[in-house]
T-cell receptor, first 113, second 114 residues
Framework: EAQVTQNPRYLITVTGKKLTVTCSQN?????MSWYRQDPGLGLRQIYY???????DKGDVPEGYKVSRKEKRNFPLILESPSPNQTSLYFC????????????FGSGTRLTVV | DQQVKQNSPSLSVQEGRISILNCDYT??????FLWYKKYPAEGPTFLIS?????DKNEDGRFTVFLNKSAKHLSLHIVPSQPGDSAVYFC?????????????FGKGTHLIIQP
């Protein structure tokens, strides 16, 4: 089954404790992206990647890092999480930037206390 | 500055009637538009898209209309069904130049009433 898999689905952590949210896709997509969804703000892009070893900042990249060492994986790294990073995170992939739309993962709900 | 605007946070429609969700954009570079549907505890799923060379695209009960001069698009759902109750996101991008992804609106929560 073609899918984007995120882990974990739920995570509660403390301020300053480094964490990684993994994202993997099995569709051989070049383009991958991370979004966060917050009440009243919709979906905002954090980082994206056009292909292996090619990453760039989205609209809200502060406090986040990403890497794209393999085509299928695009982990989101929070080096020192803060409470304002409490959010619902989605990873997405696509064959190209526009295409017929992204395939999204099921989301990761992160709470930073 | 919000480049994609969905000004109705919620919309309630009776089952069987037409649902019309609206979206406005400000960036004239956008030339490709998409609608996504999102249920609670799930990721958004692609619904329908339209290129700026068209003014209408239809897929079953879903039709998207694009008015480029007004920088406005709308999603029509006819007839509305209970399973259509979800949050709908409008998204836009430009296919040439740059590498930005999709810019999303804030979403409209559609509630289909029996």
């Amino acid at each position: 089954e073609a899918q984007v898999t995120q882990n974990p689905r739920y995570l509660i952590t403390v301020t300053g404790k480094k964490l990684t949210v993994t994202c993997s896709q099995n569709m051989n997509h070049e383009y991958m992206s991370w979004y966060r969804q917050d009440p009243g703000l919709g979906l905002r892009q954090i980082y994206y990647s056009m292909n292996v070893e090619v990453t760039d900042k989205g609209d809200v990249p502060e406090g986040y890092k990403v890497s794209r060492k393999e085509k299928r994986n695009f982990p989101l790294i929070l080096e020192s999480p803060s409470p304002n990073q409490t959010s619902l995170y989605f990873c997405a992939s696509s064959t190209r930037r526009t295409g017929n739309g992204y395939t999204f993962g099921s989301g990761t709900r992160l709470t930073v206390v | 500055d919000q480049q994609v605007k969905q000004n109705s946070p919620s919309l309630s429609v009776q089952e069987g009637r037409i649902s019309i969700l609206n979206c406005d954009y400000t960036n004239s570079m956008f030339d490709y538009f998409l609608w996504y549907k999102k249920y609670p505890a799930e990721g958004p799923t692609f619904l329908i898209s339209i290129s700026s060379i068209k003014d209408k695209n239809e897929d079953g009960r879903f039709t998207v209309f694009l008015n480029k001069s007004a920088k406005h698009l709308s999603l029509h759902i006819v007839p509305s069904q209970p399973g259509d109750s979800a949050v709908y996101f409008c998204a836009a991008t430009y296919s040439g130049g740059g590498a930005d992804g999709l810019t999303f609106g804030k979403g409209t929560h559609l509630i289909i009433q029996p």
